[in-house]
């Protein structure tokens, strides 16, 4: 069996000489791809009605060492999943870099834009932004790549008049954060592939905690999509190797727009708050 064959196709091409266990797990697998791609060996087992040795040696049946080479092998499939050296490497086995690198970024950062405009829910885009402006504290989590737009995140609320602080990397600074999370607070989590432990671990202890969760992601199986009241999913494409934080900061944008415009006097107020103390602090340059 060939090396370059997908799951899918080494699945189909030994499905006949399967025994009948496998054969129930092999459909399973064909039907919940997305899901597998995130899942756990234990989860995926309980949920085909499969022990878990049946599902490594259906794994190992496939020519994979076990369910996480096999869930790799999946997971490369999907463009959004791929690392940035398998995108990297792709990029130059395809011909290198484009002539117009400018048109090129252009692209693909509109069309992060547009794809990930027409994914809003209106629904959730309302009850998120009533639950924050409802909220005691808003507590904003992303670490990594997703640091940069937790950062913008708090600022834009914190300019509105909110109380908002980003967590932007786990261990005690994160402890910290979660110890101070209540049920009349909103979390907020920002976290892209590849996803890290400290924002499902977050939204984890806001649950616990009772406090409303905002899931910035993008894809409906991150781990942190099912975890969350309102789930938000930014196309992340990037133009060359890494992923794009356009369609987030995109989210974030429409977000505080929405706030504004549903509280556009109390806005205005904190907007001027801030202006005043910008000047009186000699904070701004002047000619």
């Known amino acids: 069996m060939t090396s370059l064959a997908t799951p899918r196709e080494r699945i189909l091409a030994t499905f006949a000489e399967l025994p009948p266990k496998q054969r129930r797990l092999a459909r399973f697998f064909l039907d919940h791809e997305d899901e597998i791609a995130f899942a756990s060996a234990n989860y995926i087992s309980a949920q085909a009605g499969a022990s878990p040795a049946t599902v490594v040696r259906f794994c190992q049946a496939l020519g994979y060492e076990g369910y ?3 869930q790799s092998a999946i997971r490369i499939q999907f463009p959004p999943y791929r690392t940035a050296v398998q995108k990297l490497t792709e ?3 395809n ?14 950062n509109s069309e992060n834009i547009q ?8 629904r ?3 009850n998120a932004v009533t639950a924050i402006i409802q909220a005691g504290q808003i507590h904003i989590f992303g670490s990594g790549l997703s640091a940069a737009a937790a950062a913008l995140a708090e600022y834009s609320l914190t300019v509105l008049g909110f109380s908002a602080r980003a967590c932007l990397n786990g261990g005690v600074q994160q402890t910290l954060e979660v110890a101070r999370i209540s049920k009349d607070d909103v ?5 892209i592939w590849r996803y890290l432990r400290h924002e499902v671990e977050a939204v984890n202890s806001a649950r616990v905690a009772g406090a409303t969760c905002i899931a910035i992601t993008d894809s409906l199986v991150s781990p942190i999509a099912d975890l969350a009241d309102y789930t ?4 992340t494409e990037g133009a060359v190797h890494s992923r794009s934080l356009t369609g987030i900061l995109s989210l974030i944008d429409l977000i505080s727009a929405a706030i504004a415009a549903q509280r556009p006097e109390e806005s205005m107020e904190a ?17």
Do not use: H
């Not at 938000?232 to 196309?235: L, N, S, Y």
């Not at 001027?272 to 701004?284: A, F, V």
């Open 271 to 287: 907007l001027k708050r801030i202006d005043t103390l910008y000047r009186e602090c000699g904070m701004l340059w002047r000619d």
């Open 124 to 126: 959730d885009l309302i």
């Open 95 to 108: 011909g290198g870099f484009s002539d117009n690198l400018p048109a090129q970024i252009s692209q693909a």
């Open 115 to 122: 794809d990930t405009m027409s994914r809003v829910s209106k």
């Open 68 to 70: 996480t080479d096999l």
């Open 232 to 235: 938000f999913v930014a196309a």
């Open 91 to 93: 990029q130059l086995a």
């Open 187 to 191: 979390v907020i989590a920002i976290t």
